[in-house]
């Protein structure tokens, strides 16, 4: 019976890890559908490259920044209990992955190729390890602080804050020392819109997000028997949730339509194992709100060209979602219990800050070194053809 569970829970994991797996094709269709076509195969291209790049450091350096534990021994001791650690290394790293992804959107259209790569690196084997293990793995008695504290721990169940919060606030400063894509914003004050290029793929994308992200959700129970249909459906909840909020505060706006199930799913990751359906909904609602004002906000009145709106979808709605757990998981709305508004006020405003500072070191260093941005004749000629050499859909079909 104990061989039979520890296969059990190495299988459950393992689906949950190829489902999260499944997002970073989301993640690329998403932001290919949303940049103009000159752009189109950097989108699909960094999004792998990166995954792979975040797959070997944090394989060699981050997991263990994290947990306080490698993979440099034999493998007849890998083998052990099914290879579960392997599988739970490989779920995790789905989560880490998707930390360059979400920049990914932000940056997108003038970033250099390398440059970024080099910043993949360094967030995903310290900055995004370093609060992972914090948050998750007890690190330097912050949790037991927080419960000395406030009576409870800092409660982040699926990653509203470990990694959607961070990636959005690592994104801001990236964004910010980049710049504005050529043209965006005239000096008349007039601004150029740049609608997305496909509005198919871009829905593709958000699709592909939402169905893997019930493994990203449910499979964060880790085992089996910590399984949890309410995780489940408080997920599917709030991803209507937010879609209906973007489709009325968006006016049927397809870009936000595809954004606001994205946005509600960011949201209840924290607390999805703790509040009721309808609380579920009532935050789903709050994150495609927060989306469609803050994305309008940021692009037109503040002028952060954030293309994907990385910032407010996964960094503001991540936030959000941090606080409404300590919300919507008390019993008096109908949660669980067992949370503390306070302590997700601090873990919270912790992983905020961290992960800003972070994104100012991380990008302000290498800009000052290597340099972030491409070039005002290789960002005309589109990314495409200025890093990879060939567009996505040739003006002419070659004759032999």
Not at 40 to 60: H, W
Not at 156 to 172: E, P
């Amino acid at each position: 019976m104990e061989a039979l569970k520890q296969g059990t829970d190495a299988l459950f994991i393992l689906l949950g890890a190829i489902m999260v797996l499944a997002m970073h094709a989301g993640f690329a269709f998403l932001e290919l559908g949303t940049v103009r076509k000159k752009n189109q195969v950097n989108a699909l291209v960094k999004i792998l490259v990166d995954f792979s790049v975040s797959t070997v450091v944090y394989f060699a350096v981050g997991y263990g920044v994290a947990y306080g534990t490698h993979f440099f021994v034999g493998a007849e001791s890998l083998v052990q209990q099914n290879g579960y650690a392997l599988v739970k290394f490989f779920f995790l790293l789905t989560f880490a992955a998707a930390i360059p992804a979400i920049v990914s959107g932000g940056i997108a259209e003038r970033a250099r190729f390398w440059p970024q790569l080099m910043a993949t690196a360094v967030i995903v084997g310290f900055v995004y390890p370093f609060f992972e293990g914090i948050a998750w793995n007890q690190h330097f008695g912050v949790q037991a602080w927080l419960k000395a504290l406030t009576g409870e721990e800092f409660h982040d169940f699926a990653g509203s804050v470990v990694v959607h919060a961070m990636g959005g606030w690592i994104a801001l400063p990236a964004v910010v020392l980049l710049g504005s894509r050529a043209n965006r914003y005239r000096k008349d004050g007039a601004i150029s819109a740049h609608p997305p290029s496909n509005i198919p793929f871009l829905a593709l994308g958000a699709w592909v997000l939402v169905v893997g992200w019930f493994g990203f959700n449910v499979m964060s129970a880790q085992t089996v028997d910590k399984l949890s249909g309410l995780v489940a459906v408080n997920s599917l909840m709030a991803m209507v949730g937010g879609t209906l909020a973007a489709l009325v505060l968006g006016k049927n706006d397809p870009g936000f339509v595809h954004n606001g199930p994205l946005a509600g799913l960011v949201a209840v990751c924290a607390g999805s194992d703790l509040m009721h359906p309808l609380g579920a909904l009532v935050v789903g609602g709050v994150a495609g709100a927060i989306f469609v004002v803050m994305f309008t906000l940021t692009q037109n009145r503040w002028k952060i060209d954030d293309v994907l709106g990385v910032w407010p979808l996964h960094g503001l709605c991540g936030t959000w979602g941090g606080l409404a757990a300590g919300l919507f998981g008390s019993k008096a709305l109908g949660g669980l219990g067992g949370v503390s508004f306070s302590a997700q006020l601090i873990g919270t405003g912790m992983g905020v800050a961290w992960a800003l500072a972070g994104g100012f070191v991380v990008y302000g260093v290498i800009k000052r070194v290597v340099g972030l941005r491409l070039t005002q004749e290789e960002e005309f000629d589109g990314a495409d053809l200025s890093i990879h050499k060939i567009s996505a859909t040739p003006d002419r079909d070659a004759s032999w």
